[in-house]
């Protein structure tokens, strides 16, 4: 008998039914025993434009039903090799940004006592930032993937310093990240200042903006952020309006301009090999999207970056 979980198969019930849980995985109490945590984090008390990403986490897990557990292009067994689990979601505050951020650190410093990956379904970009709070307690300075439309590095925003556009800013100042460390793919879109992404360069944050990449195979590019980061423990954000809107609409900050889904699993596959400690899919929001597109995209990058974890099993 196979000792992980397995996602129950479509063929044995249907995918309109069953557990509402992360490819209707088990859901577990505690991440004892587990290699890889999927953990709802329901916020959008720190998005500056269109607001909905509270409903991210559980239509991500509703789009999820439809994903079987074998990446037939690749041959990524994950579930063959990581013991994987739903943790549920975390009881942010909806009243208060500071005291949910407070509530998300503490909870993934209490994940983190075992050796588990929580990968993080948003939500709203801020909660990045106590996740890393969290990372770098157990592992040090972290390594940065960040695919996004935006840098996220502001000072502050309406007066407040934690939000979804200072986060990067914050860990740097903090330490958190190892500067020429960080990779940041796909920005774009207007700004306030000629400095919106110049001033993170000039941290040792490597930028890729996305008129760079159009029309451009990312696997070079994925197979050079591997190089560059080597060992060290690194952190996998991904914002999807990295995406351009034709693609994936339902996001509070869309940008036109930017990546295509095709390129986003191919950058992903290509960062197969990084030290992967944890990560996160960010920003969907379900009213601006009734198709579900949105976050079938994002539950099908959420299984990419599944694929690439240290110890996944390659059929």
Not at 4 to 10: A, L, M, R
Not at 221 to 233: H, K, N, W
Not at 236 to 255: K, R
Not at 260 to 283: F, S, Y
């Given at each position: ?49 269109r ?6 986490p ?90 996004d ?33 960080v ?31 159009w ?36 996001t ?64």
């Amino acid at each position: 008998m196979n000792e992980f979980n397995q996602p129950v198969s479509g063929n044995d019930l249907a995918r309109f039914s069953g557990p509402q849980t992360f490819m209707r995985l088990p859901e577990v109490e505690t991440a004892e025993g587990l290699d890889v945590g999927f953990v709802g984090i329901p916020m959008d008390i720190g998005t500056s434009w269109r607001s909905g990403t509270r409903f991210g986490p559980k239509q991500l897990r509703q789009e999820s039903a439809m994903i079987r557990p074998y990446n037939i292009q690749t041959g990524a067994a994950p579930f063959d090799s990581l013991q994987c689990a739903d943790l549920g979601d975390i009881a942010i505050n909806t009243f208060s940004l500071a005291d949910s951020l407070s509530i998300i650190q503490k909870t993934y410093e209490d994940i983190l006592k075992y050796p588990v990956i929580p990968m993080g379904l948003g939500g709203d970009h801020s909660m990045t930032l106590p996740i890393l709070r969290a990372m770098a307690k157990k592992h040090g300075p972290l390594a940065l993937v960040h695919v996004d439309a935006h840098a996220d590095v502001n000072d502050e925003m309406f007066g407040e310093r934690e939000t979804h556009g200072t986060v990067f800013r914050r860990a740097y100042e903090e330490g958190i990240l190892v500067p020429n460390k960080v990779w940041q793919i796909g920005l774009r879109g207007t700004g306030y200042t000629a400095e919106d992404f110049t001033e993170a360069a000039g941290w040792g944050f490597n930028q890729r903006l996305a008129a760079d990449l159009w029309h451009k195979p990312l696997d070079t590019l994925g197979r050079e952020i591997v190089a560059s980061i080597g060992d060290q423990p690194c952190y996998f954000t991904y914002d999807i309006d990295s995406l351009d809107p034709s693609f994936a609409p339902g996001t509070g900050t869309p940008e036109i301009g930017g990546l295509t889904t095709m390129q986003a699993m191919q950058l992903i596959r290509n960062l197969k090999g990084l030290n992967i400690v944890g990560g996160d899919l960010v920003e969907v929001s379900p009213p601006y999207d009734t198709t579900g597109n949105t976050a079938l995209t994002g539950a099908n990058i959420m299984f990419e970056m599944l694929s690439i974890l240290p110890g996944v099993k390659y059929r």
